[in-house]
């Protein structure tokens, strides 16, 4: 299991390696936006520790024990 903590509002989980990040988020009550659900779009842009990724295609990593994603409101979406 990795925990993973979201911030800003430091909300913090227990993930399978393999999981979703957007259902991750979903499964602790956070909405992270999406569009196309298949990583063209970049509605659902967040970044694991400062690097900008997609949440509906990017799954819990292997060989980390503790994930921080900081979601930050894109104003274009
Ligand atoms: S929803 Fe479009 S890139 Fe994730």
Redesign the pocket.
């Known amino acids: 299991m990795v925990s993973v903590q979201f911030l800003p509002d430091n909300i913090t989980t227990q993930a399978e390696v393999g999981e979703l990040i957007l259902d991750v988020a979903e499964r602790c009550g956070i909405t992270i936006s999406?569009?196309?659900?298949?990583?063209?779009?970049?509605?659902?842009e967040v970044e694991i520790d400062d690097d900008p990724i997609?949440?509906?295609?990017t799954a819990v990593p292997n060989g980390r024990s503790h994930l921080t994603i900081n979601l930050y409101s894109d104003p274009t979406w």
Do not use: D
């Open positions: 999406t569009g196309c659900m298949m990583g063209s779009c970049h509605a659902c997609c949440a509906c295609i």
